[in-house]
């Protein structure tokens, strides 16, 4: 996994919190980077790195940028365990870097959109690093299966919101309503939010953009 971008906006002050912001299948970081310009905050730091170049079986084995493999796209499909693991470790390590900058971990909000919001969700729910919420956009629950009752770690408490277009044809908005069901078995229930958006595709309009903002800015408000 390539370095992550650097934070975006003003360094008027020095940063206090962190969003670590997972792209999508074929994407890069830099489309998310400059739309967190557009919303961020002077005490935030926005971190979105790019994902490695590899083969995905979805895509007729054809070498993009993903974070692991997509065999399919139905609840049903085999999934990259082994992909998914490793990505999830790559994750805990950018988390921990932060740490090491002096960011705490309950000062880092995980997001991600598509793929990268599964990634985002997996990583909060097996961390033992503490983190203020997750906001995961268009997309499901990896290795769902594997989640039996209620999380024992440290992010039971966890702040989660999840969004997704009522229009997605790539992602059904039936596989985001089961998984944020599944979430409520998983975490306090009262701290999941799932919102969907009439009309909405794949895609991030402004409107989702402003919830994650008041998202952001509630979970993460200035030190002084």
Avoid at 26 to 51: L, Q
Avoid at 201 to 218: A, C, G, L, T
């Amino acid at each position: 996994m390539s370095a992550p971008l650097p934070a975006i906006g003003p360094a008027a002050r020095k940063a206090t919190a962190a969003v670590i912001f997972l792209h999508g299948l074929r994407d890069t970081g830099h489309g998310w980077a400059e739309a967190f310009a557009g919303i961020g905050n002077s005490h935030v730091k926005y971190i979105c790195p790019h994902g490695p170049v590899r083969p995905v079986t979805l895509n007729m084995n054809m070498a993009m940028p993903t974070w692991f493999d997509i065999i399919g796209l139905s609840p049903d499909s085999q999934e990259d365990e082994p992909g998914i693991k490793h990505a999830t470790e790559c994750i805990k390590a950018l988390i921990d870097q932060e740490v090491k900058n002096g960011i705490p971990s309950n000062r880092i909000i995980l997001g991600g959109f598509s793929q990268g919001g599964a990634l985002s969700l997996y990583t909060a729910l097996t961390t033992q690093q503490k983190l203020a919420g997750v906001t995961a956009l268009s997309c499901w629950l990896p290795l769902r299966a594997s989640f039996q009752g209620p999380i024992c770690g440290a992010n039971r408490d966890i702040s989660i919101l999840q969004c997704h277009g009522d229009s997605d044809p790539l992602v059904a908005v039936m596989f985001g309503s089961l998984t944020a069901e599944k979430l409520k078995t998983l975490v306090n229930l009262v701290n999941v939010t799932f919102k969907t958006y009439e009309g909405m595709m794949h895609n991030s309009p402004h409107q989702e953009m402003m919830d994650v903002k008041q998202f952001i800015d509630k979970l993460l408000p200035p030190m002084d």
